[in-house]
């Protein structure tokens, strides 16, 4: 069943899962998915929180009565709850993080998403969330909008290993990659050890295709031919940018100084789209030093039936280039797709954080009221 997660492994690709719930850690599966499938890291966010706390299971109830007990507001309990589950899931993992040196083993959680433009508090919150886990193997998530930026940069030149959310479009991932760069200076001019601050850019995939394949259907004729080729040429130019980056002179003083390159992660990997290999985003992304965070439905697809063979990304950036050509040729705007993208990301994720909030608050009142 393992084989192809194992090959992923062995081609320099880190087999995270996208998704955590107190279910999963209570019942022993996420400890058992790190045994059995290679799974080395956890992403969550304000969607699969909700999932998880909003889905009705029991597991929740005892840490919902202590609050509701104590009458603390719905934030706080929001807040107690979801670093409770990234803490367990970090102490689950912390082997995975001492084997690996720090490199895996992480545990991701985002900052309030209504802060998403906001950077001094998102700084604050990240601070907070920081100290509350209280595991060196947790990941703080910043998205990277334009008020973003600055805090991504603040926050790691602070020692806070940050996994930075929500890119879609080359030219921010550049800019994440320079907010990273200015961090680890930041960093270093403090006298921290930079060895210790770790990151990820979470670059969205199969989003791009869902909306610029919209856009091609509008457009018709020719256009079709274009269908689910954006979202893989798009991560891979950005692997292309990842090593030009990485290997600048500005790069290389600060790997001189003990720094951890910010490694691409794959975020979306799910394929929304029937018609296509459900493994799409996960074979045909491979390259060394990358990480892949996967639904648990794309990890077991790639377990059973993923075929393997080897870098798929960088013998590919002609024809990478060559389909983002095409696709402007045909009337695609790049930059209002990727815009789009990220506006539609905060507003989801605003929405799933609302509903979570909704269903603790109704959770609290009931619990006061003696109902459960």
Not at 8 to 25: F, H, K, M, T
Not at 69 to 84: G, Y
């Amino acid at each position: 069943m393992t084989d192809a997660l194992k090959r992923l492994s062995d081609e320099g690709v880190a087999i995270w899962l996208d998704d955590l719930s107190r279910e999963r850690l209570n019942t022993g599966n996420l400890a058992e998915l790190v045994q059995t499938k290679h799974v080395v890291g956890v992403t969550t966010n304000p969607t699969i929180f909700q999932k998880a706390i909003g889905g009705g299971h029991s597991s929740y109830d005892a840490q919902l009565r202590d609050l509701a007990v104590r009458k603390v507001t719905t934030d706080e309990a929001v807040r107690m709850i979801t670093t409770s589950d990234v803490r367990d899931a970090a102490d689950v993992l912390r082997p995975v993080y001492d084997a690996s040196n720090g490199r895996d083993g992480r545990v991701s959680i985002e900052v309030d998403p209504r802060l998403a433009h906001q950077t001094g508090p998102t700084v604050a919150e990240a601070k907070q969330l920081w100290w509350l886990v209280d595991r060196p193997n947790v990941f703080i998530k910043i998205p990277a909008t334009k008020a973003g930026l600055p805090a991504i940069a603040e926050v790691l030149g602070r020692g806070i290993s940050v996994n930075v959310t929500l890119i879609f479009s080359l030219e921010r991932y550049r800019a994440v990659m320079d907010a990273f760069l200015t961090g680890l200076e930041k960093a270093k001019a403090a006298g921290l050890d930079l060895s210790q601050i770790e990151s990820v850019a979470s670059f969205f995939v199969s989003r791009v295709d869902t909306e610029i394949d919209k856009r091609l259907s509008k457009i018709g004729g020719e256009a079709a031919a274009l269908k689910s080729k954006a979202a893989l040429a798009n991560a891979r130019l950005a692997y292309q940018a990842y090593e030009e980056v990485f290997s600048s002179d500005r790069w290389n003083a600060l790997e001189a100084a003990g720094a951890k390159a910010q490694r691409p992660l794959w975020a979306s990997t799910g394929v929304k789209d029937p018609a296509l290999p459900d493994t799409l985003y996960v074979t045909e992304l491979v390259a060394p030093g990358t990480v892949n965070t996967m639904p648990e439905a794309t990890l077991d697809a790639t377990g059973d039936h993923g075929v393997v063979t080897g870098d798929t990304i960088t013998p590919n950036y002609a024809d990478a280039k060559a389909v983002m050509d095409a696709l402007a040729a045909v009337g695609v705007d790049y930059d209002d797709v990727v815009q789009v993208l990220e506006d539609e990301g905060v507003e989801k994720f605003e929405q799933s954080w609302k509903e979570l909030l909704d269903t603790v608050t109704a959770s609290l009142a009931s619990f006061a009221d003696g109902e459960k």
